[in-house]
Protein backbone atom coordinates (compact mmCIF):
# COMPACT_ATOMS: atom_id res chain seq x y z
CA UNK A 1 0.00 0.00 0.00
CA UNK A 2 1.40 3.26 -0.76
CA UNK A 3 0.67 6.41 0.23
CA UNK A 4 0.74 9.61 -2.00
CA UNK A 5 0.02 11.92 0.40
CA UNK A 6 -0.40 12.35 4.57
CA UNK A 7 -2.34 14.56 6.53
CA UNK A 8 -4.22 17.09 4.87
CA UNK A 9 -4.49 20.53 6.64
CA UNK A 10 -7.57 21.41 8.29
CA UNK A 11 -8.78 24.49 6.50
CA UNK A 12 -8.75 22.44 3.55
CA UNK A 13 -10.76 19.18 4.82
CA UNK A 14 -13.35 21.41 6.39
CA UNK A 15 -14.63 22.52 2.92
CA UNK A 16 -15.69 18.57 2.47
CA UNK A 17 -15.89 17.19 5.94
CA UNK A 18 -18.33 18.93 8.23
CA UNK A 19 -19.93 18.08 11.17
CA UNK A 20 -23.98 18.35 11.90
CA UNK A 21 -27.08 17.12 12.53
CA UNK A 22 -29.18 15.21 9.97
CA UNK A 23 -31.28 16.81 7.61
CA UNK A 24 -35.11 17.43 8.02
CA UNK A 25 -35.95 15.17 5.35
CA UNK A 26 -34.24 11.76 6.92
CA UNK A 27 -36.24 9.12 8.87
CA UNK A 28 -35.02 7.86 12.72
CA UNK A 29 -35.19 4.20 12.46
CA UNK A 30 -35.58 2.37 16.18
CA UNK A 31 -32.67 0.02 16.69
CA UNK A 32 -33.21 -3.59 16.94
CA UNK A 33 -31.57 -6.32 19.25
CA UNK A 34 -29.90 -8.79 18.76
CA UNK A 35 -30.86 -12.57 17.71
CA UNK A 36 -29.68 -14.24 20.72
CA UNK A 37 -29.71 -17.69 18.74
CA UNK A 38 -26.86 -16.18 15.77
CA UNK A 39 -24.56 -15.30 18.83
CA UNK A 40 -22.10 -18.05 17.67
CA UNK A 41 -21.95 -16.67 14.26
CA UNK A 42 -20.83 -13.35 14.57
CA UNK A 43 -17.47 -12.75 13.34
CA UNK A 44 -14.29 -9.90 15.00
CA UNK A 45 -15.84 -9.16 17.50
CA UNK A 46 -18.70 -7.04 16.18
CA UNK A 47 -22.35 -7.42 16.18
CA UNK A 48 -24.45 -5.78 13.98
CA UNK A 49 -27.33 -4.29 14.71
CA UNK A 50 -29.09 -1.68 11.86
CA UNK A 51 -27.27 -0.74 8.94
CA UNK A 52 -29.86 1.91 7.01
CA UNK A 53 -29.17 3.42 3.84
CA UNK A 54 -31.57 6.88 2.88
CA UNK A 55 -31.60 8.58 -0.73
CA UNK A 56 -33.09 11.36 -1.84
CA UNK A 57 -33.07 13.12 -5.20
CA UNK A 58 -31.28 16.87 -5.61
CA UNK A 59 -31.12 18.77 -8.93
CA UNK A 60 -27.24 18.44 -8.58
CA UNK A 61 -27.25 15.00 -8.13
CA UNK A 62 -28.32 13.84 -4.94
CA UNK A 63 -27.79 12.90 -1.04
CA UNK A 64 -26.73 9.61 0.51
CA UNK A 65 -27.36 9.44 4.40
CA UNK A 66 -25.90 5.83 6.48
CA UNK A 67 -26.16 4.76 10.07
CA UNK A 68 -24.81 2.09 11.31
CA UNK A 69 -25.34 1.02 15.03
CA UNK A 70 -23.02 -2.04 16.35
CA UNK A 71 -22.37 -3.54 19.34
CA UNK A 72 -18.59 -4.40 20.12
CA UNK A 73 -19.14 -8.01 22.37
CA UNK A 74 -15.19 -8.77 23.24
CA UNK A 75 -11.76 -7.75 23.18
CA UNK A 76 -10.96 -8.47 19.53
CA UNK A 77 -13.95 -6.01 18.47
CA UNK A 78 -12.46 -3.19 19.79
CA UNK A 79 -9.83 -3.04 16.99
CA UNK A 80 -12.28 -3.31 14.52
CA UNK A 81 -14.82 -0.97 16.07
CA UNK A 82 -13.44 1.93 18.24
CA UNK A 83 -12.54 3.98 14.48
CA UNK A 84 -14.56 5.16 11.45
CA UNK A 85 -13.47 5.75 8.54
CA UNK A 86 -15.18 8.04 5.85
CA UNK A 87 -13.99 7.70 2.42
CA UNK A 88 -14.89 10.22 -0.48
CA UNK A 89 -13.81 12.05 -3.03
CA UNK A 90 -13.79 15.58 -2.54
CA UNK A 91 -14.34 16.54 -6.39
CA UNK A 92 -17.54 15.27 -5.94
CA UNK A 93 -18.69 14.81 -2.23
CA UNK A 94 -19.62 16.91 0.53
CA UNK A 95 -19.91 14.59 3.77
CA UNK A 96 -21.20 15.25 6.76
CA UNK A 97 -20.75 13.60 10.44
CA UNK A 98 -24.10 13.51 11.48
CA UNK A 99 -24.17 11.87 14.84
CA UNK A 100 -21.58 9.69 16.62
CA UNK A 101 -22.93 8.30 20.05
CA UNK A 102 -21.68 5.29 22.36
CA UNK A 103 -24.68 3.50 24.28
CA UNK A 104 -23.32 1.89 27.32
CA UNK A 105 -25.68 0.14 29.95
CA UNK A 106 -28.81 2.06 28.08
CA UNK A 107 -26.87 5.77 28.62
CA UNK A 108 -26.35 7.80 25.29
CA UNK A 109 -23.19 9.37 25.39
CA UNK A 110 -22.61 11.84 22.31
CA UNK A 111 -19.44 11.71 21.19
CA UNK A 112 -19.50 14.27 18.10
CA UNK A 113 -18.60 17.25 19.75
CA UNK A 114 -15.16 15.42 20.47
CA UNK A 115 -14.75 14.34 17.41
CA UNK A 116 -11.05 15.38 15.37
CA UNK A 117 -11.09 14.12 11.34
CA UNK A 118 -7.23 12.92 10.71
CA UNK A 119 -7.58 13.44 6.48
CA UNK A 120 -4.97 11.74 4.45
CA UNK A 121 -4.75 9.69 1.09
CA UNK A 122 -4.25 6.39 0.19
CA UNK A 123 -3.60 5.19 -3.62
CA UNK A 124 -4.15 1.39 -2.55
CA UNK A 125 -3.21 0.53 -6.32
CA UNK A 126 -0.33 2.93 -6.82
CA UNK A 127 1.69 -0.18 -7.31
CA UNK A 128 0.10 -0.58 -10.46
CA UNK A 129 -0.20 2.90 -11.97
CA UNK A 130 -3.85 3.62 -10.59
CA UNK A 131 -4.16 7.04 -9.04
CA UNK A 132 -7.84 7.43 -8.05
CA UNK A 133 -7.24 10.73 -5.43
CA UNK A 134 -10.12 9.51 -2.83
CA UNK A 135 -9.50 11.07 0.75
CA UNK A 136 -9.53 9.13 3.95
CA UNK A 137 -11.35 10.90 7.08
CA UNK A 138 -10.36 8.83 10.22
CA UNK A 139 -12.27 9.37 13.23
CA UNK A 140 -10.95 8.00 16.18
CA UNK A 141 -13.49 7.01 19.03
CA UNK A 142 -12.02 7.59 23.02
CA UNK A 143 -12.95 5.83 25.73
CA UNK A 144 -14.44 2.83 24.11
CA UNK A 145 -15.16 -0.33 26.01
CA UNK A 146 -16.70 -3.76 25.85
CA UNK A 147 -20.19 -4.08 25.65
CA UNK A 148 -20.53 -0.58 23.91
CA UNK A 149 -23.19 -0.19 21.00
CA UNK A 150 -21.46 2.85 18.41
CA UNK A 151 -23.98 4.84 16.86
CA UNK A 152 -23.06 6.85 13.75
CA UNK A 153 -24.59 8.85 10.63
CA UNK A 154 -22.82 10.40 8.12
CA UNK A 155 -24.50 12.29 4.93
CA UNK A 156 -23.00 12.64 1.14
CA UNK A 157 -24.15 15.22 -1.16
CA UNK A 158 -23.21 13.87 -4.12
CA UNK A 159 -22.85 15.69 -7.34
CA UNK A 160 -21.65 13.52 -10.55
CA UNK A 161 -19.46 14.69 -12.88
CA UNK A 162 -20.52 12.82 -15.71
CA UNK A 163 -24.51 11.34 -16.45
CA UNK A 164 -25.45 13.61 -13.64
CA UNK A 165 -28.89 12.57 -14.99
CA UNK A 166 -28.42 8.99 -14.28
CA UNK A 167 -28.57 7.54 -10.71
CA UNK A 168 -27.51 3.55 -9.36
CA UNK A 169 -27.62 1.86 -6.35
CA UNK A 170 -26.71 -1.84 -5.63
CA UNK A 171 -27.03 -3.15 -1.99
CA UNK A 172 -26.94 -6.85 -0.49
CA UNK A 173 -30.03 -8.14 0.97
CA UNK A 174 -27.85 -10.79 2.73
CA UNK A 175 -24.74 -10.67 4.59
CA UNK A 176 -22.09 -13.09 5.97
CA UNK A 177 -22.64 -11.72 9.65
CA UNK A 178 -25.51 -12.08 11.40
CA UNK A 179 -27.40 -8.09 11.12
CA UNK A 180 -30.58 -6.81 13.38
CA UNK A 181 -32.19 -4.88 10.09
CA UNK A 182 -30.88 -4.25 6.56
CA UNK A 183 -33.07 -0.76 5.51
CA UNK A 184 -32.65 0.87 2.24
CA UNK A 185 -35.06 3.64 1.15
CA UNK A 186 -35.08 5.56 -2.24
CA UNK A 187 -36.64 9.05 -2.78
CA UNK A 188 -37.15 9.82 -5.94
CA UNK A 189 -39.33 12.05 -8.17
CA UNK A 190 -42.83 9.96 -9.13
CA UNK A 191 -43.03 11.19 -12.39
CA UNK A 192 -39.28 9.37 -13.01
CA UNK A 193 -40.02 5.54 -11.96
CA UNK A 194 -37.06 3.94 -10.89
CA UNK A 195 -35.89 0.41 -12.82
CA UNK A 196 -35.67 -2.44 -10.22
CA UNK A 197 -33.69 -5.76 -10.65
CA UNK A 198 -33.36 -8.19 -7.98
CA UNK A 199 -30.46 -10.38 -8.07
CA UNK A 200 -30.65 -13.80 -6.09
CA UNK A 201 -33.51 -12.47 -4.00
CA UNK A 202 -37.71 -12.27 -3.89
CA UNK A 203 -37.41 -9.64 -1.62
CA UNK A 204 -39.37 -6.69 -3.35
CA UNK A 205 -39.74 -2.61 -1.98
CA UNK A 206 -43.19 -0.86 -0.55
CA UNK A 207 -43.88 1.93 -2.35
CA UNK A 208 -45.52 5.14 -0.87
CA UNK A 209 -46.02 8.77 -2.05
CA UNK A 210 -44.64 11.63 -0.76
CA UNK A 211 -45.73 14.83 -2.52
CA UNK A 212 -44.82 14.52 -5.90
CA UNK A 213 -42.01 11.93 -4.92
CA UNK A 214 -42.08 8.05 -4.71
CA UNK A 215 -40.72 6.22 -1.45
CA UNK A 216 -39.05 3.03 -2.06
CA UNK A 217 -38.57 1.19 0.95
CA UNK A 218 -36.73 -2.62 1.36
CA UNK A 219 -36.12 -3.80 4.99
CA UNK A 220 -34.49 -7.36 6.18
CA UNK A 221 -35.16 -8.12 9.72
CA UNK A 222 -32.79 -10.34 10.82
CA UNK A 223 -31.51 -12.07 7.74
CA UNK A 224 -30.07 -15.18 7.81
CA UNK A 225 -26.20 -15.36 7.33
CA UNK A 226 -25.00 -16.62 3.58
CA UNK A 227 -21.86 -18.18 3.29
CA UNK A 228 -20.01 -17.02 0.21
CA UNK A 229 -17.94 -19.89 -1.49
CA UNK A 230 -14.72 -18.95 -2.49
CA UNK A 231 -14.08 -18.99 -6.90
CA UNK A 232 -17.74 -18.85 -7.78
CA UNK A 233 -18.09 -17.68 -11.43
CA UNK A 234 -19.31 -14.41 -11.84
CA UNK A 235 -22.40 -15.27 -12.76
CA UNK A 236 -23.41 -17.28 -10.54
CA UNK A 237 -25.21 -14.96 -7.63
CA UNK A 238 -23.45 -15.86 -4.16
CA UNK A 239 -25.58 -13.78 -2.14
CA UNK A 240 -28.84 -12.22 -2.77
CA UNK A 241 -28.59 -7.80 -4.23
CA UNK A 242 -31.07 -5.81 -5.54
CA UNK A 243 -30.32 -3.13 -8.46
CA UNK A 244 -32.09 0.40 -8.76
CA UNK A 245 -31.32 2.61 -11.19
CA UNK A 246 -33.00 5.70 -13.03
CA UNK A 247 -32.87 4.17 -16.35
CA UNK A 248 -33.45 0.63 -18.01
CA UNK A 249 -31.45 1.21 -21.48
CA UNK A 250 -27.88 0.98 -21.69
CA UNK A 251 -28.07 3.65 -24.07
CA UNK A 252 -28.94 5.83 -21.62
CA UNK A 253 -25.34 5.09 -20.31
CA UNK A 254 -23.88 5.39 -24.37
CA UNK A 255 -25.57 9.03 -24.24
CA UNK A 256 -23.71 9.75 -21.22
CA UNK A 257 -19.73 9.10 -22.32
CA UNK A 258 -20.19 9.18 -26.07
CA UNK A 259 -19.03 12.89 -26.70
CA UNK A 260 -15.90 12.17 -24.96
CA UNK A 261 -15.09 9.09 -27.42
CA UNK A 262 -15.03 10.78 -30.65
CA UNK A 263 -11.41 9.77 -32.79
CA UNK A 264 -8.76 12.54 -32.56
CA UNK A 265 -7.63 13.50 -36.25
CA UNK A 266 -4.47 15.10 -34.90
CA UNK A 267 -1.40 14.31 -33.64
CA UNK A 268 1.89 14.97 -32.88
CA UNK A 269 4.43 14.54 -35.60
CA UNK A 270 6.52 12.04 -34.81
CA UNK A 271 3.28 9.88 -34.40
CA UNK A 272 2.18 10.48 -37.16
CA UNK A 273 5.02 9.73 -39.19
CA UNK A 274 4.68 6.33 -37.15
CA UNK A 275 0.96 6.03 -38.33
CA UNK A 276 1.89 6.86 -41.72
CA UNK A 277 5.07 4.25 -42.01
CA UNK A 278 2.51 1.37 -41.01
CA UNK A 279 0.47 2.14 -43.75
CA UNK A 280 2.76 2.32 -46.40
CA UNK A 281 4.56 -1.30 -45.20
CA UNK A 282 1.09 -2.93 -44.49
CA UNK A 283 -1.57 -2.64 -46.91
CA UNK A 284 -4.14 -5.39 -45.28
CA UNK A 285 -6.16 -3.77 -42.92
CA UNK A 286 -5.31 -6.61 -40.67
CA UNK A 287 -2.14 -5.89 -40.48
CA UNK A 288 -2.22 -2.34 -39.99
CA UNK A 289 -4.58 -3.34 -37.31
CA UNK A 290 -1.96 -5.25 -35.17
CA UNK A 291 0.91 -3.19 -35.64
CA UNK A 292 -1.28 0.32 -34.67
CA UNK A 293 -2.75 -2.10 -31.14
CA UNK A 294 1.74 -2.89 -30.67
CA UNK A 295 2.80 0.70 -31.21
CA UNK A 296 0.15 1.52 -28.57
CA UNK A 297 0.63 -1.17 -26.52
CA UNK A 298 4.62 -0.86 -26.14
CA UNK A 299 5.17 2.97 -26.94
CA UNK A 300 2.58 4.22 -23.95
CA UNK A 301 3.47 2.87 -20.65
CA UNK A 302 0.23 2.87 -18.55
CA UNK A 303 -0.63 5.35 -15.41
CA UNK A 304 -4.45 5.90 -14.70
CA UNK A 305 -4.91 9.30 -13.65
CA UNK A 306 -8.59 8.30 -12.20
CA UNK A 307 -9.07 11.62 -10.39
CA UNK A 308 -12.23 13.49 -10.80
CA UNK A 309 -13.64 13.69 -14.02
CA UNK A 310 -10.72 11.70 -15.14
CA UNK A 311 -12.39 8.85 -13.97
CA UNK A 312 -14.61 8.78 -17.06
CA UNK A 313 -13.31 11.20 -19.51
CA UNK A 314 -10.37 10.46 -21.36
CA UNK A 315 -7.48 12.51 -22.00
CA UNK A 316 -7.14 14.26 -25.48
CA UNK A 317 -4.63 11.36 -27.65
CA UNK A 318 -2.25 14.14 -28.34
CA UNK A 319 -1.59 14.69 -25.10
CA UNK A 320 -1.42 10.90 -24.11
CA UNK A 321 1.39 10.52 -26.91
CA UNK A 322 3.19 13.72 -25.69
CA UNK A 323 3.37 11.91 -21.92
CA UNK A 324 3.92 8.64 -23.23
CA UNK A 325 1.47 7.52 -20.49
CA UNK A 326 -2.31 6.99 -20.54
CA UNK A 327 -4.73 4.40 -18.85
CA UNK A 328 -6.89 2.11 -20.45
CA UNK A 329 -9.56 5.26 -21.59
CA UNK A 330 -6.63 7.15 -22.83
CA UNK A 331 -5.25 4.16 -24.59
CA UNK A 332 -8.16 3.11 -26.09
CA UNK A 333 -9.22 6.46 -27.31
CA UNK A 334 -5.82 6.85 -28.79
CA UNK A 335 -5.68 3.06 -30.51
CA UNK A 336 -9.38 3.98 -31.97
CA UNK A 337 -8.24 7.06 -33.35
CA UNK A 338 -4.85 5.26 -34.78
CA UNK A 339 -6.63 2.87 -36.35
CA UNK A 340 -9.22 5.33 -38.29
CA UNK A 341 -6.06 7.15 -39.55
CA UNK A 342 -5.26 4.24 -41.15
CA UNK A 343 -8.60 3.32 -42.79
CA UNK A 344 -9.56 0.56 -39.95
CA UNK A 345 -13.20 1.21 -38.45
CA UNK A 346 -13.00 0.77 -34.86
CA UNK A 347 -14.60 2.15 -31.78
CA UNK A 348 -14.33 2.27 -28.16
CA UNK A 349 -15.87 -0.32 -25.66
CA UNK A 350 -16.61 -0.40 -22.00
CA UNK A 351 -16.02 -3.28 -20.08
CA UNK A 352 -15.41 -4.95 -16.46
CA UNK A 353 -12.85 -7.09 -15.55
CA UNK A 354 -13.84 -8.80 -12.85
CA UNK A 355 -17.85 -8.68 -13.54
CA UNK A 356 -17.95 -8.55 -17.07
CA UNK A 357 -19.73 -12.10 -17.51
CA UNK A 358 -22.54 -10.86 -15.21
CA UNK A 359 -23.44 -7.07 -16.94
CA UNK A 360 -26.22 -8.40 -18.82
CA UNK A 361 -27.66 -9.78 -15.11
CA UNK A 362 -27.74 -6.15 -13.86
CA UNK A 363 -29.09 -2.76 -14.43
CA UNK A 364 -27.54 -0.28 -16.68
CA UNK A 365 -24.82 2.30 -14.63
CA UNK A 366 -21.81 3.88 -15.77
CA UNK A 367 -20.35 2.14 -12.14
CA UNK A 368 -20.73 -1.21 -13.79
CA UNK A 369 -17.49 -0.26 -15.96
CA UNK A 370 -13.93 -0.62 -14.95
CA UNK A 371 -11.97 -1.16 -18.24
CA UNK A 372 -12.18 0.38 -21.50
CA UNK A 373 -10.81 -1.62 -25.16
CA UNK A 374 -11.59 -1.13 -28.81
CA UNK A 375 -13.68 -3.04 -31.18
CA UNK A 376 -12.47 -2.86 -34.58
CA UNK A 377 -14.43 -3.92 -37.51
CA UNK A 378 -13.16 -5.25 -40.80
CA UNK A 379 -15.27 -6.44 -43.17
CA UNK A 380 -17.78 -8.48 -41.51
CA UNK A 381 -15.27 -9.86 -38.83
CA UNK A 382 -14.94 -8.08 -35.20
CA UNK A 383 -11.80 -7.77 -33.30
CA UNK A 384 -11.39 -7.11 -29.51
CA UNK A 385 -8.39 -5.11 -28.81
CA UNK A 386 -6.98 -4.19 -25.20
CA UNK A 387 -4.67 -1.38 -25.46
CA UNK A 388 -3.34 -2.06 -22.12
CA UNK A 389 -1.84 -5.05 -22.75
CA UNK A 390 1.86 -5.62 -22.96
CA UNK A 391 4.43 -6.70 -25.74
CA UNK A 392 1.33 -8.79 -27.37
CA UNK A 393 2.17 -11.43 -30.16
CA UNK A 394 0.50 -12.67 -33.11
CA UNK A 395 -1.12 -11.91 -35.94
CA UNK A 396 -4.92 -10.93 -37.45
CA UNK A 397 -5.40 -14.49 -37.45
CA UNK A 398 -4.21 -15.97 -33.84
CA UNK A 399 -3.87 -13.07 -31.94
CA UNK A 400 -5.62 -13.65 -28.15
CA UNK A 401 -8.13 -11.57 -27.86
CA UNK A 402 -9.48 -10.18 -24.60
CA UNK A 403 -12.66 -12.28 -23.29
CA UNK A 404 -14.23 -9.74 -20.03
CA UNK A 405 -18.28 -11.61 -20.41
CA UNK A 406 -19.84 -8.50 -22.20
CA UNK A 407 -18.84 -4.88 -23.53
CA UNK A 408 -20.90 -2.06 -25.02
CA UNK A 409 -19.28 0.09 -27.36
CA UNK A 410 -19.88 3.65 -27.42
CA UNK A 411 -21.28 3.75 -30.64
CA UNK A 412 -22.37 0.73 -31.17
CA UNK A 413 -26.34 -0.57 -31.41
CA UNK A 414 -26.81 0.81 -27.49
CA UNK A 415 -27.18 -2.78 -26.16
CA UNK A 416 -23.94 -5.04 -24.26
CA UNK A 417 -22.43 -7.02 -26.61
CA UNK A 418 -21.23 -10.86 -26.28
CA UNK A 419 -17.34 -11.09 -26.49
CA UNK A 420 -16.43 -14.57 -28.04
CA UNK A 421 -14.44 -16.96 -25.58
CA UNK A 422 -12.09 -19.30 -27.64
CA UNK A 423 -12.01 -22.74 -26.87
CA UNK A 424 -8.95 -24.06 -26.17
CA UNK A 425 -7.94 -26.98 -29.31
CA UNK A 426 -4.80 -27.76 -27.42
CA UNK A 427 -2.09 -26.79 -24.83
CA UNK A 428 -0.58 -23.53 -25.06
CA UNK A 429 2.35 -24.96 -22.63
CA UNK A 430 4.50 -27.97 -23.63
CA UNK A 431 7.65 -29.17 -21.92
CA UNK A 432 9.71 -31.90 -23.47
CA UNK A 433 12.53 -33.47 -21.79
CA UNK A 434 15.03 -35.24 -23.70
CA UNK A 435 17.38 -37.33 -21.73
CA UNK A 436 21.35 -38.47 -22.89
CA UNK A 437 22.74 -41.49 -21.30
CA UNK A 438 26.48 -41.88 -20.70
CA UNK A 439 27.88 -44.68 -22.59
CA UNK A 440 30.00 -45.77 -19.88
CA UNK A 441 30.00 -45.73 -16.10
CA UNK A 442 30.96 -42.68 -14.30
CA UNK A 443 30.07 -40.48 -17.56
CA UNK A 444 27.25 -37.81 -18.25
CA UNK A 445 24.20 -38.11 -18.17
CA UNK A 446 23.05 -34.95 -20.00
CA UNK A 447 19.23 -32.87 -19.79
CA UNK A 448 18.05 -30.99 -22.58
CA UNK A 449 13.93 -29.10 -21.84
CA UNK A 450 12.25 -27.51 -24.80
CA UNK A 451 9.49 -25.48 -22.96
CA UNK A 452 7.01 -24.09 -26.01
CA UNK A 453 4.41 -21.25 -25.01
CA UNK A 454 1.69 -20.32 -27.74
CA UNK A 455 -0.87 -17.60 -27.35
CA UNK A 456 -1.89 -16.08 -24.14
CA UNK A 457 0.87 -18.08 -22.29
CA UNK A 458 3.65 -16.95 -25.10
CA UNK A 459 2.86 -12.92 -24.27
CA UNK A 460 2.94 -13.83 -20.57
CA UNK A 461 6.22 -14.92 -21.00
CA UNK A 462 7.68 -12.31 -23.24
CA UNK A 463 6.29 -9.67 -20.22
CA UNK A 464 8.24 -12.07 -17.63
CA UNK A 465 11.45 -12.27 -19.76
CA UNK A 466 10.91 -8.28 -20.44
CA UNK A 467 10.88 -7.61 -16.29
CA UNK A 468 13.35 -10.32 -15.58
CA UNK A 469 16.79 -10.89 -16.24
CA UNK A 470 17.66 -14.27 -18.40
CA UNK A 471 19.87 -15.76 -15.39
CA UNK A 472 17.45 -15.16 -12.72
CA UNK A 473 15.03 -16.89 -14.93
CA UNK A 474 17.95 -20.10 -15.54
CA UNK A 475 18.39 -19.83 -11.79
CA UNK A 476 14.63 -20.40 -11.36
CA UNK A 477 14.88 -23.43 -13.34
CA UNK A 478 18.15 -25.08 -12.27
CA UNK A 479 16.78 -24.55 -8.64
CA UNK A 480 13.36 -26.67 -9.85
CA UNK A 481 15.91 -29.39 -11.40
CA UNK A 482 18.31 -29.65 -8.15
CA UNK A 483 15.05 -30.78 -6.47
CA UNK A 484 14.70 -33.89 -8.58
CA UNK A 485 18.06 -34.36 -9.40
CA UNK A 486 20.89 -33.37 -6.67
CA UNK A 487 24.31 -32.79 -8.00
CA UNK A 488 22.72 -31.33 -11.61
CA UNK A 489 24.41 -28.58 -13.08
CA UNK A 490 23.70 -25.89 -15.77
CA UNK A 491 25.48 -26.88 -19.15
CA UNK A 492 24.62 -23.96 -21.16
CA UNK A 493 22.83 -20.29 -21.31
CA UNK A 494 20.00 -20.40 -21.64
CA UNK A 495 18.24 -20.31 -25.26
CA UNK A 496 15.33 -18.17 -26.19
CA UNK A 497 13.52 -17.93 -29.11
CA UNK A 498 10.84 -15.67 -29.68
CA UNK A 499 8.39 -15.74 -33.01
CA UNK A 500 5.98 -12.95 -32.25
CA UNK A 501 4.04 -12.81 -35.24
CA UNK A 502 3.74 -16.52 -34.83
CA UNK A 503 3.06 -15.76 -30.96
CA UNK A 504 5.67 -18.55 -29.95
CA UNK A 505 8.33 -18.65 -27.40
CA UNK A 506 10.82 -21.31 -26.98
CA UNK A 507 13.40 -21.78 -24.04
CA UNK A 508 16.00 -24.55 -24.14
CA UNK A 509 17.62 -25.57 -21.32
CA UNK A 510 20.73 -27.60 -20.89
CA UNK A 511 22.00 -29.19 -17.64
CA UNK A 512 24.37 -32.33 -16.89
CA UNK A 513 25.06 -34.79 -14.04
CA UNK A 514 28.59 -35.07 -13.67
CA UNK A 515 28.42 -39.01 -12.31
CA UNK A 516 26.53 -41.59 -13.15
CA UNK A 517 25.25 -43.99 -11.57
CA UNK A 518 24.94 -40.85 -9.05
CA UNK A 519 26.56 -41.86 -5.21
CA UNK A 520 24.17 -43.71 -3.69
CA UNK A 521 23.91 -43.20 0.48
CA UNK A 522 24.08 -46.12 2.62
CA UNK A 523 20.89 -45.35 4.27
CA UNK A 524 19.55 -45.73 0.93
CA UNK A 525 17.28 -48.39 -0.33
CA UNK A 526 19.16 -50.62 -2.84
CA UNK A 527 15.43 -51.03 -4.49
CA UNK A 528 15.67 -47.40 -5.61
CA UNK A 529 19.24 -47.99 -7.16
CA UNK A 530 19.27 -48.56 -11.05
CA UNK A 531 20.15 -52.64 -11.64
CA UNK A 532 23.07 -51.58 -14.26
CA UNK A 533 24.23 -49.18 -16.07
CA UNK A 534 23.54 -48.57 -19.66
CA UNK A 535 25.73 -50.01 -21.85
CA UNK A 536 25.56 -47.90 -24.78
CA UNK A 537 24.50 -44.46 -25.87
CA UNK A 538 19.96 -45.17 -26.26
CA UNK A 539 17.84 -42.96 -28.56
CA UNK A 540 16.88 -39.50 -26.83
CA UNK A 541 13.65 -40.97 -24.61
CA UNK A 542 11.11 -37.89 -25.10
CA UNK A 543 9.04 -37.92 -21.76
CA UNK A 544 5.06 -36.28 -21.82
CA UNK A 545 4.70 -33.21 -20.10
CA UNK A 546 5.16 -32.79 -16.21
CA UNK A 547 2.10 -31.52 -14.61
CA UNK A 548 4.27 -30.66 -11.39
CA UNK A 549 6.33 -28.39 -14.05
CA UNK A 550 3.19 -26.02 -14.12
CA UNK A 551 4.64 -24.65 -10.69
CA UNK A 552 7.93 -23.28 -12.08
CA UNK A 553 9.06 -19.86 -11.87
CA UNK A 554 7.61 -17.38 -14.85
CA UNK A 555 5.20 -20.18 -16.24
CA UNK A 556 1.72 -19.71 -16.47
CA UNK A 557 -1.58 -21.74 -18.21
CA UNK A 558 -2.04 -25.66 -18.79
CA UNK A 559 0.06 -27.80 -19.37
Not at 272 to 289: F, N, Q, T, V, Y
Not at 322 to 339: E, R
Not at 430 to 444: H, L, R
Request: one cysteine or more; a negative charge.
Amino acid sequence: MAVLAGLILPADADEVVRKGPEAAWIRSVDVPAADPARADQIKNGISWLLADEQIIHRDYGYDDYSRTVYRIVDRPGLERGASIDLQFDPSKHKVTLNHLRIIRDGVVLDRLDDVKFDIFRQEKEAEKGVYDGWLTAHVNIDEVRVGDIVDYGETYEITPHVGKGLFFYSFSTEWEDPVGLIRTSITWPASQPLAIKPRGTEIKPTISASGTDSVYLWEIANPKPVKVEENVPTEFPAWGSIDISSTASWQSVIDAVQPYYKPAIAFPPAFAAKLDEIAARHPLPEDRMIQAMRLVQDEIRYVSLSMGSGSYIPRDPATVVQSGFGDCKDKALLLTSALARLGVSAQVALADLDHGRALDQHLPALRNFDHAIVKATIGTKAYWLDATNYLQGGDASNFPQPDYGFALPVFGSGELEKMPSPEPKSPTIKVAEEFFFPDKPGGQLTLSVLSTHEGADADYMRSKLASRSVSELSDAYLQYYSKRYPGIESAAKLEIFDNRDGDIINIRESYRLKRWPPTISPRTSRSKRPTSAPTCRPRPRWIAPDPSRLGRPFTAGTA
